[in-house]
Antibody, heavy 121, light 114 residues
Framework: EVQLVESGGGLVQPGGSLRLSCAVS????????MNWVRQAPGRGLEWVSY????????FYAESVKGRFTISRDNAKNSLYLQMNSLRVEDTAIYYC??????????????WGQGTMVTVSS | QSALTQPPSASGSPGQSVTISCTGT?????????VSWYQQHPGKVPKLIIY???KRPSGVPDRFSGSKSGNTASLTVSGLQAEDEADYYC??????????????FGTGTKVTVL
């Protein structure tokens, strides 16, 4: 079955760190660009980060630049998001999402079920 | 880049049509034919329903259609059905410059089927 499964969310204090993982099955991660998108409780979608298939290009939202790092291990079919210096406003469901096999930036055609990150003291 | 602007809500009776607007700038919606739309039911994962402004992924009913004029994109749901009641988000590629957002999402529109 083609799916994305996120893990690693939880409760963390402000200033803390978390590493999210996204396990890919049913297709080869090595051929696909990937993204992280988040959604604060009761709020809309916010793009967080993008990585090209070989990690040669990575992009970040201004709100997380310098604090979050996207990475991937194509051999393990896994995508990661290292989140440091977490803030209360980072509280959200974090989704990993696959780029369509078209021009990068076109659309996200497969989403995981999400993992909840709560930043609170 | 700021979020794309959508109306907070829209509604229609079964069988009617509803159109949702999505307004951006020349740096996102107006600058790229890479506008997509997502449907999200409460507690569920977003689902892609329109990409490249007008195209539908396999399995998406042709009741869903997209268009764009200048800096504004639109999603029309024709022949409204009860299962169309959901939140809808537009999105656009926003560029790859240092201060760009690769994807810019809309503020979201809650569609109610009366």
């Amino acid at each position: 079955e083609v799916q994305l499964v996120e893990s690693g969310g939880g409760l963390v204090q402000p200033g803390g760190s978390l590493r999210l993982s996204c396990a890919v099955s049913g297709f080869s991660l090595s051929s696909r660009e990937m993204n992280w998108v988040r959604q604060a409780p009761g709020r809309g979608l916010e793009w967080v980060s993008y990585t090209s298939s070989t990690s040669s290009a990575t992009f970040y939202a201004e709100s997380v630049k310098g604090r979050f790092t996207i990475s991937r291990d194509n051999a393990k079919n896994s995508l990661y998001l290292q989140m440091n210096s977490l803030r209360v406003e980072d509280t959200a469901i974090y989704y990993c999402a696959r780029e369509m096999m078209l021009t990068p930036g076109d659309a996200l055609d497969l989403w995981g079920q999400g993992t909840m990150v709560t930043v609170s003291s | 880049q700021s979020a794309l602007t959508q109306p907070p809500s829209a509604s229609g009776s079964p069988g009617q049509s509803v159109t949702i607007s999505c307004t951006g700038t020349s740096s996102d919606v107006g600058g790229y034919n890479q506008v997509s739309w997502y449907q999200q039911h409460p507690g569920k994962v977003p689902k892609l329903i329109i990409y490249e402004v007008t195209k539908r992924p396999s399995g998406v009913p042709d009741r869903f259609s997209g268009s764009k004029s200048g800096n504004t994109a639109s999603l029309t749901v024709s022949g409204l059905q009860a299962e169309d009641e959901a939140d809808y988000y537009c999105s656009s590629h926003g560029g790859i410059g240092d201060s760009d957002a690769f994807y810019v999402f809309g503020t979201g529109t809650k569609v109610t089927v009366l």
